[in-house]
């Protein structure tokens, strides 16, 4: 009994506590390992948030999309992401791109392409539009395929 | 001892036929299964990789440079008019023997339809990149046979527009011992935009396929 209520408050704390005590830029981010263990994030405490991590299933959680139109008048879309699990996640996208009739406008360049994420990093990939008359599009994802 | 009686036999020989056909019969079933034929679903393929470039890897370095030139706005020009490129050379310095107009038929139909470029036929780094009808009609103009045109629908002297830009660039793969069960296999696209008259490099591009693979595989 007294070893299972240590291990669910390891579990919980690990849970809980991952994240916290993290400082600096945010717009570096120190990999496990290189940055300074904590209560946390400690060998003792990495494993136990590892399984929990794939129990659950985490995975990519896309965090913003930007579009713009460049100088030369081509739709750009840069889609950024965060990859929540503890390894590094790969996976395709494909884009469609419409036409203001929200017809899709063929390109080659429409094909199945490979992205990589870090774990528990942030990421982004960017793509172009192939032609001028592209308004709008949309995007598929799938798991790599090995 | 005994002798083997004749419904024996009989039994014996019935059995083994049995057995026989049974054996025939699925025999013939993991052949046919062993000839089936499957279309890929170049879509959504999700079959494995090879160790050797595939379509799939075309693809994918077209894609890219694709959007890398357009999106470098490169062929931007200020008065909206349109590039005339030509295809120069792409070597293929790979252990494969590639048809490198798997990747540049790709990137020019991208690149004329984003209304910015119009490819040349009259002048090409490869057969494949020119049309000798450009030519040949030019030959019989100035030959007899010529004279059986409607003149006005011959094509005229200095008519041809020269290209003002020319695409150029190579595809090469190096392979490595990773350890002693695989290999690694690395495959360099580079395609490079340069100025016919100027002779400017404007835009260059590399994009990197590389592959990791038992050592019993070939990647040719």
């Given at each position: 009994?007294?070893?299972?209520?240590?291990?669910?408050?390891?579990?919980?704390?690990?849970?809980?506590?991952?994240?916290?005590?993290?400082?600096?830029d945010k717009?570096?981010?120190?990999?496990?390992?290189?940055?300074?263990?904590?209560?946390?994030?400690?060998?003792?405490?990495?494993?136990?948030?590892?399984?929990?991590?794939?129990?659950?299933?985490?995975?990519?959680?896309?965090?913003?999309?930007?579009?713009?139109?460049?100088?030369?008048?081509?739709?750009?879309?840069?889609?950024?992401?965060?990859?929540?699990?503890?390894?590094?996640?790969?996976?395709?996208?494909?884009?469609?791109?419409?036409?203001?009739?929200?017809?899709?406008?063929?390109?080659?360049?429409?094909?199945?392409?490979?992205?990589?994420?870090?774990?528990?990093?942030?990421?982004?990939?960017?793509?172009?539009?192939?032609?001028?008359?592209?308004?709008?599009?949309?995007?598929?994802?799938?798991?790599?395929?090995? | 001892?005994?002798?083997?009686?004749?419904?024996?036999?009989?039994?014996?020989?019935?059995?083994?036929?049995?057995?026989?056909?049974?054996?025939?019969?699925?025999s013939m079933?993991?052949?046919?299964?062993?000839?089936?034929?499957?279309?890929?679903?170049?879509?959504?393929?999700?079959?494995?990789?090879?160790?050797?470039?595939?379509?799939?890897?075309?693809?994918?370095?077209?894609?890219?440079?694709?959007?890398?030139?357009?999106?470098?706005?490169?062929?931007?020009?200020?008065d909206g008019?349109?590039?005339?490129?030509?295809?120069?050379?792409?070597?293929?310095?790979?252990?494969?023997?590639?048809?490198?107009?798997?990747?540049?038929?790709?990137?020019?139909?991208?690149?004329?339809?984003?209304?910015?470029?119009?490819?040349?036929?009259?002048?090409?780094?490869?057969?494949?990149?020119?049309?000798?009808?450009?030519?040949?009609?030019?030959?019989?103009?100035?030959?007899?046979?010529?004279?059986?045109?409607?003149?006005?629908?011959?094509?005229?002297?200095?008519?041809?527009?020269?290209?003002?830009?020319?695409?150029?660039?190579?595809?090469?793969?190096?392979?490595?011992?990773?350890?002693?069960?695989?290999?690694?296999?690395?495959?360099?696209?580079?395609?490079?935009?340069?100025?016919?008259?100027?002779?400017?490099?404007?835009?260059?591009?590399?994009?990197?396929?590389?592959?990791?693979?038992?050592?019993?595989?070939?990647?040719?």
């Amino acid at each position: 009994m007294k070893k299972c209520f240590l291990l669910l408050f390891f579990v919980v704390s690990a849970v809980l506590l991952n994240g916290c005590g993290e400082s600096g830029d945010k717009r570096v981010n120190l990999d496990t390992g290189v940055k300074s263990d904590n209560l946390a994030n400690n060998a003792l405490t990495r494993p136990v948030y590892g399984a929990f991590s794939l129990l659950i299933g985490e995975g990519i959680d896309l965090k913003d999309v930007k579009v713009f139109t460049n100088d030369a008048g081509f739709m750009e879309v840069q889609a950024t992401g965060y990859n929540r699990a503890i390894y590094t996640k790969r996976f395709d996208y494909k884009v469609e791109w419409l036409d203001k009739n929200g017809v899709v406008v063929d390109s080659k360049a429409s094909v199945w392409l490979p992205v990589s994420a870090k774990a528990k990093s942030t990421f982004s990939f960017k793509t172009v539009a192939p032609s001028k008359d592209v308004v709008d599009f949309r995007m598929n994802t799938r798991k790599t395929t090995e | 001892m005994k002798s083997l009686s004749k419904n024996n036999l009989h039994w014996c020989e019935g059995k083994t036929m049995k057995n026989l056909l049974i054996l025939s019969s699925f025999s013939m079933l993991f052949l046919i299964g062993c000839a089936e034929v499957q279309k890929i679903d170049t879509t959504n393929d999700t079959g494995k990789q090879v160790l050797s470039l595939d379509y799939r890897d075309f693809d994918e370095a077209a894609s890219k440079m694709i959007q890398s030139l357009i999106s470098s706005g490169t062929l931007a020009k200020k008065d909206g008019s349109r590039y005339v490129v030509s295809t120069g050379r792409i070597t293929n310095d790979t252990m494969q023997r590639i048809d490198t107009d798997l990747l540049t038929a790709k990137v020019e139909q991208d690149l004329m339809k984003s209304g910015q470029v119009v490819m040349t036929s009259a002048v090409g780094g490869k057969e494949s990149n020119r049309d000798e009808t450009v030519y040949n009609m030019r030959e019989t103009r100035d030959s007899s046979k010529g004279e059986e045109f409607k003149q006005e629908t011959l094509p005229q002297k200095g008519q041809i527009i020269s290209p003002e830009l020319s695409l150029s660039g190579k595809i090469y793969q190096r392979n490595l011992r990773y350890d002693k069960d695989k290999q690694q296999v690395e495959y360099y696209f580079q395609l490079k935009l340069s100025d016919i008259k100027t002779g400017l490099r404007f835009w260059q591009e590399e994009v990197l396929i590389g592959k990791r693979g038992s050592n019993k595989s070939v990647a040719w």
